[in-house]
């Protein structure tokens, strides 16, 4: 059973545009929400996280929309670049440091 | 600061056989975590090592296993290689207590 579910599983927009990766989740005892960006031949990097306690983050382009009620989360990337073009995964784990679910990635296609 | 690093970066091996992969975690970092990574999909948690013991297990079979060694670098051992074994096995390494991973660029399992 995936514990963390994520959509679009692709998407595509233009430079300057804004695209949302949305992620949904079950288990009411995750309590750290992390998003991290894939290139190809490369492990995934740490891009932003949250923590319940807050709805927004924001660093640099990247924002992170959280809805606890919902127990729904999605990424935001302002201005978006040819280079933000990668696999994007959202994740989540109920303790810190500890096991992480993954959602299934999108995968981020930037045209200039 | 160094990143975690993992050896070999591409591996073939025929089914039955045995495979050892090896990870380097990041400087100042005392867990290891092993993940694989199908074609197309997220990361799945295989299990953690903290302090040279297995802390936290996926849903695994037991010819996966694993050590950490005194200096924090770490092995993930597979027995009786399966076709469905070929992935990417990522290799992330943390600070007990501290949110968030630092993903190595993995090691590409191809089982033939």
């Known amino acids: 059973q995936q514990q963390v579910k994520q959509s679009p599983q692709s998407l595509i927009v233009q430079k300057g545009g804004i695209p949302i990766i949305n992620c949904a989740y079950e288990?009411?005892?995750?309590?750290?929400f992390p998003w991290y960006q894939q290139f190809p031949g490369k492990g995934p990097a740490l891009l932003i996280a949250i923590r319940p306690d807050v709805s927004e983050k924001k660093e640099g382009r990247f924002t992170i929309s959280f809805n606890k009620s919902a127990k729904q989360f999605s990424l935001h990337i302002m201005d978006s670049q040819p280079g933000d073009s990668a696999t994007y995964f959202c994740?989540?784990?109920?303790?810190?440091?500890?096991?992480?679910?993954f959602g299934t990635g999108t995968s981020l296609t930037v045209i200039p | 600061e160094t990143g975690v690093t993992q050896s070999p970066t591409h591996l073939i091996k025929t089914r039955g056989q045995q495979v050892t992969l090896r990870c380097s975690s990041q400087?100042?970092?005392?867990?290891v975590s092993w993940y694989q990574q199908a074609l197309g999909q997220g990361p799945q948690f295989i299990f953690q090592?903290?302090?040279?013991?297995?802390?936290g297990r996926g849903n695994f079979p037991p010819r996966f296993s694993g050590l950490q060694f005194p200096n924090y670098s770490s092995e993930l051992n597979v027995n009786a290689l399966e076709l469905d074994d070929s992935a990417l096995y990522l290799c992330a390494s943390s600070l007990s207590g501290a949110p968030g991973y630092t993903f190595g660029s993995g090691t590409r399992l191809t089982v033939v």
């Open positions: 994740a989540a784990s109920a303790n810190t440091g500890n096991q992480f679910y």
């Open positions: 400087s100042g970092h005392n867990t």
């Open positions: 288990n009411t005892a995750f309590d750290y």
């Open positions: 090592y903290y302090r040279e013991e297995e802390n």
